[in-house]
């Protein structure tokens, strides 16, 4: 075990982490992509994930190429906040005087949002160094670091307490680790009958197996995507039940093929993503489960 300080936390331990999550952590170390960054210069917000919802198409006509790019990048911040706010509205019914959780921070903001919307306060834990000091720096021009802090801390092992939460989630992390690991880990956390809810891309096992298009996708971003059937199997042995399940694919594929025209903002997986939608092979859930 290491220690590790926190901004605004005591120092805590730290588990060794194995090859693999140093592989993901350094990755995260390093990343610097236009189409997390830019999207979140807009106004602060970080959010690390996709989009959902009807796309404004008319932001492709602007005749005035910078303007173009400017709209087009706004329209995606939009998808992609509209998704963040899906899940809050699903984290049930929040107090000022609860604690929430954010496994898979990223650069922070979904605990943002989650305050901004119950005005709770919020833990997110990252595997990334340099994530979490980003997020917390974000909290501080906020003037919400006293409410919303970051931890350089593995999800699967927080260090947190137990019981202490309201509701939890992962929004698109879930494919870095073992999903009995992590909802145990939820599970311990959460007060019983708090709320846990997890966005993810997951493939479609009454498909088949794991399609092209998915281990291209798992390859992108060093991640193993889970079977769909997975996650209800692990949610039941670590005492979460669901209570509502949506098939949010049809309401994914807007924000691909928007993306896909953004030249400034393409990562090259645009078309893998949207071919795997489009053939049934990979699926889009948001899973809202109680605490039992």
């Known amino acids: 075990m290491t220690t590790a300080h926190d901004a605004g936390t005591k120092t805590v331990p730290v588990p060794t982490q194995s090859t693999y999550q140093n592989r993901v952590a350094d990755y995260w170390n390093a990343e610097e992509n236009p189409v997390n960054l830019e999207l979140g210069r807009i106004d602060d917000l970080y959010h690390h994930h996709y989009g959902v919802g009807e796309a404004d198409w008319a932001v492709l006509d602007e005749p005035d ?57 919020a833990d997110g834990v990252t595997i990334s160094a340099k994530q979490a000091e980003f997020a917390n720096e974000q909290a501080r ?37 073992e999903l009995d690991l992590l909802f145990a880990e939820h599970a311990r956390l959460l007060r019983r009958g708090g709320r846990y809810v997890v966005i993810t891309g997951c493939y479609n096992d009454a498909y088949g197996r794991a399609s092209r298009e998915v281990s ?47 030249d400034h903002l393409v990562t090259g997986i645009e078309e893998t993503f949207l071919n795997a939608y489009r053939n049934g092979s990979f699926q889009y859930l948001l899973i809202a489960a109680d605490r039992v």
């Open 65 to 121: 190429a910078e303007l173009r790019r400017e709209r087009i990048t706004a329209e995606l911040h939009r998808l992609e906040h509209a998704q963040a706010e899906l899940l809050a509205a699903r984290l049930g019914r929040l107090t000022p005087a609860d604690r929430v959780f954010d496994a898979g921070c990223g650069r922070g903001g979904g605990s943002v949002t989650a305050h901004l919307r119950y005005g709770c306060h």
């Open 141 to 177: 021009k906020r003037g919400i670091d006293d409410q919303v802090r970051y931890h350089h801390r593995n999800m699967l092992d927080t260090g947190l307490e137990t019981g202490a939460y309201a509701a939890s989630w992962n929004n698109e992390s879930t494919m870095y680790v």
């Open 216 to 262: 291209l996708i798992n390859a992108h971003y060093i991640c193993d995507i889970h079977p769909r059937s997975a996650y209800f199997r692990a949610l039941a042995r670590n005492r979460l039940v669901p209570v509502h399940v949506e098939n949010l694919t049809e309401a994914a594929i807007p924000y691909w093929e928007l993306r896909s025209q953004a």
